[in-house]
């Protein structure tokens, strides 16, 4: 036997309705007793982009991936390392932007919401220090899938991004294996 299906929750309703002083006499308050919940949102789908060829496969997965569930897109756009004195944030937004501008058509074509974050890695230290950082953004905006390039840049490809959560318990690292690049068919004219 099947347990009976609670009742829905009953509708807001107004409380008081009182005319509202002042010169016009027509307007009224209506208070109500419940508020609506918010919208649910799907944790976004976070993927690691490297300003290198790579980054087409793996935006193309992580909108695969996010677009059933209509998840927002986290784009971490990874800039290396760099010497000292730190370059101007200008110049950061700057070399985000070329990077973005790779990928940013494909999401806009998905009709996906994005966020795009910026990540500049420390130098130095442990070799899983730098994909540390990137989980760090990742954890900080509570993303549970992380798309990374197998042959990406040194430390923070999707191998070392994968120990590195393993270590930490969280998140998926998905690897992309982009494919090799194929000529098209050559198309030779009739003889003659």
């Known amino acids: 036997m099947s347990s009976p299906v609670p009742p829905a929750p009953p509708m807001p309703r107004p409380t008081a309705i009182r005319p509202e002083p002042g010169p016009d006499p027509v307007t009224v308050t209506v208070a109500v007793t419940a508020a609506a919940p918010a919208p649910l949102v799907a944790p976004p789908v976070t993927a690691l982009l490297a300003d290198s060829v790579r980054d087409v496969a793996v935006i193309d997965t992580a909108v695969r991936l996010a677009g059933p569930r209509r998840a ?3 784009l971490v756009v990874a800039l290396p390392e760099h010497p000292h004195p730190p370059p101007t944030p200008e110049a950061d937004e700057y070399a985000a932007r070329l990077v973005m501008a790779r990928v940013l058509p494909r999401v806009r074509r998905a009709g996906l919401a994005y966020l795009p974050v910026t990540h500049r890695g420390t130098g130095g230290g442990a070799r899983l220090r730098a994909a540390r ?3 760090d953004v990742v954890a900080r905006h ?3 899938v992380v798309v990374a390039a197998t042959g ?3 430390r ?3 191998r ?5 959560a393993a270590l930490r318990g969280a998140p998926f690292v998905h ?3 982009p494919g090799g690049w194929v000529p098209p068919p050559l198309r030779l004219a009739p003889a003659g």
Do not use: F, H, K, Q
């Not at 070392?160 to 590195?164: G, N, S």
């Open 72 to 74: 927002p897109l986290l």
């Open 160 to 164: 070392t991004l994968a120990e590195a």
């Open 152 to 154: 990406g840049p040194p």
């Open 175 to 177: 690897a992309v294996t």
């Open 156 to 158: 923070l490809d999707a």
């Open 142 to 144: 509570r993303s549970p």
């Open 133 to 135: 950082g990137v989980l």
